[in-house]
């Protein structure tokens, strides 16, 4: 059976089609390179054009990282206010890619309240214009949970040899030799 015209055509449409990078809800980042090392939250009615996204990222040197990413003009550097469930707190972002600003300092509030919050909102403190700010918060612990899964530094089970077990221990009498655990 050979390929028909229409087939191609299809494939040809759903490889050319964009993806929605900035889509409300949570979900894997779709942004280059990212994978499934980050999950970016957006906010209600965001589009391409006009969006307020949080990331959580695992970061090069695998720590977590909570990002700033919207489609403002001014960038996302700055100070923010973030609301959780009607609570309020202020963070400094730097600017950072891949997306337009990271929070620095302790920002381990945000990270536990967006796991485990109902609703976000960003509000940029220099009182600049923000698209969309409300962020559902529904399946974010989700999100973070299976992008954060893996970040963690590649390190072998053991810096050193266990320490032998003597001889005749129960645990040596008990088990077959094959199901050793060390």
């Known amino acids: 059976m050979g390929s028909h015209p229409a087939q191609a055509l299809g494939l040809v449409l759903v490889l050319c089609t964009p993806v929605a990078a900035q889509e409300t809800g949570w979900h894997y980042s779709p942004l280059p390179g990212e994978g499934d090392r980050a999950t970016l939250g957006c906010a209600l009615g965001s589009t391409p054009e006009a969006y307020a996204c949080i990331a959580v990222r695992c970061e090069d040197d695998f720590t977590t990282g909570v990002h ?11 100070r923010w206010a973030i609301t959780i469930d009607k609570e309020t707190r202020a963070f400094d972002a730097e600017a950072a890619g891949p997306y337009g600003a990271r929070l620095i300092g302790d920002f381990s509030w945000v990270l536990d309240n967006l796991a485990n919050g109902a609703v976000a909102y960003l509000a940029p403190e220099d009182g600049s214009d923000l698209p969309a700010n409300h962020i559902p918060l529904d399946g974010s612990l989700y999100a973070i949970n299976a992008a954060l899964a893996f970040c963690a530094p590649r390190t072998p089970a053991f810096d050193s040899p266990p320490p032998a077990r003597p001889q005749g221990s129960t645990t040596e009498t008990l088990r077959p030799a094959r199901f050793h655990m060390r």
């Open 68 to 78: 700033i990413h919207t489609s403002r003009a001014s960038g996302d550097a700055g």
